[in-house]
């Protein structure tokens, strides 16, 4: 059983780069919410409604969007309503490559911002506009252009409010990274489901190619699970008239039943061994550590998956005397043809339940 890990869902952020305003009004620290809204206009107020409860949280507006918005086509009568918004708080500017852009604040967050002091609400924006990727504390200096101890004091006040957190990255494990409290970080700072504090969880990663290589084995060869196939074939003997019966070591080449990514990934969804949610990305690229290890292959171009004979869960498929300890065999001029290495070139011929005729390694091999 591997080891439980907990889940997260990480959410994202506007990309945008914040845009340095003149601070507001001092008597501006001080307002509630309710306050924000009174000291709109009618036509201020309808258009802060509109930006909130016409799109999702967190669209950027261009000026073009808000003027159908407000049903205002001059830009000299849009900007003041505009402005009555930033001086508030309550809508912010944000560049986006050369066009500036607007993004309606919840009154609640506004109200949260208008109480810091300028300098912490200038290394704030630049952490909300990093997203789930964080900002280095470097890259906060250099953006906002203030002495370090400003910037160091900024974050321990912000910090210590739950409005930022300090977090790891796989990437960069030395930079003291910064992102917003509520915020989850994303797979490229974290490492995604296979590392734990930062760390890779080489236990957790290999209980879980265990499990994913067992429950392809054990759809890949007919067992109890399978009704086994018998097959009549022609005896060796020319002057037999007995026909033998042969075990089905594997299904036949019509079979079509293989496991699949979403098969496997609904498989170990279900199964309750593991609470991190794994996405089908994820389980792909166990099934590749397989591939390359030799203990599964892909077939019908990739679509599926299937065991290879003789392979365990510890080790790959066991090729006889020539094969070397974690060296992959000693190849020579019988090993390289398929038919060398083949686990069931017993059953091969004319007829049986394996065949040069239908068999996909010879067929691959010859045209190489």
């Known amino acids: 059983m591997p080891p439980v890990k907990s889940s997260y869902k990480a959410s994202g952020s506007s990309a945008a780069e914040p845009y340095t305003l003149p601070s507001p009004p001092a008597s501006s620290a001080s307002s509630s919410a309710s ?13 802060y409604t509109k930006m909130i409860t016409s799109n999702e949280d967190g669209h950027v507006y261009t000026q073009a969007e808000l003027s159908e918005l407000a049903g ?32 309606a604040v919840k009154k609640e967050e506004a109200e949260k911002i208008q109480a810091m002091s300028k300098d912490e609400a200038m290394v704030y924006s630049y952490i909300e506009s990093s997203g789930t990727e964080g900002i280095w504390t470097k890259t906060i200096k250099a953006k906002t ?3 370090q101890s400003v910037v160091q004091r900024c974050l321990k006040s ?24 509520n915020l989850q970080p994303s797979i490229d700072v974290t490492g995604g489901p296979w590392f734990t504090d930062s760390e890779l969880d080489t236990e957790f990663i290999s209980s879980l190619l265990s499990i994913v290589f067992r429950f392809v084995a054990s759809e890949s060869f007919p067992g109890d699970d399978h009704r086994r196939l018998s097959v009549s074939s ?34 170990v969804r279900n199964s309750g061994i593991t609470t991190v949610d794994l996405a ?54 019988l090993t390289e043809v398929p038919c060398g290495p083949c686990l069931v070139s017993d059953l091969c011929r004319a007829g ?11 067929d691959e091999w010859l045209i190489q």
Not at 305 to 322: F, K, M, N, Q
Request: charged letters at 25%.
């Open 35 to 47: 306050t924000h809204m009174e000291g709109l206009n009618k036509a201020a107020q309808s258009l």
């Open 280 to 333: 089908p990305a994820d389980i792909k690229s166990l099934i590749d550590v397989l591939v390359y290890d030799g203990k599964i292959e892909p077939i019908d171009e990739g679509m599926a998956y299937r065991a290879i004979p003789g392979a365990t869960p510890e080790c790959g498929a066991d090729l006889g005397a020539d094969a070397e300890i974690g060296g992959g065999v000693v190849w020579d001029a």
């Open 72 to 103: 205002i086509s001059d830009a000299m009568k849009l900007m003041p309503l505009i402005q009555e918004h930033m001086n508030l708080g309550l809508v912010k500017m944000l560049r986006q490559g050369d066009d500036l852009c607007f993004q």
């Open 352 to 362: 049986g339940p394996v065949s040069a005729e239908e068999c996909i390694y010879l």
């Open 234 to 267: 022609k005896p060796r003997k020319r002057n037999s008239s007995k026909a033998t019966q042969h075990e089905q070591l594997s299904f036949p080449a019509s079979y079509s039943k293989y496991p699949t990514v979403s098969s496997i990934h609904e498989f």
């Open 145 to 147: 252009n203030l002495h």
């Open 158 to 181: 912000l910090e210590g409010k739950r409005y930022i957190k300090n977090i790891k990255s796989v990437k960069y494990p030395t930079r003291k990274i910064y992102m917003l409290y």
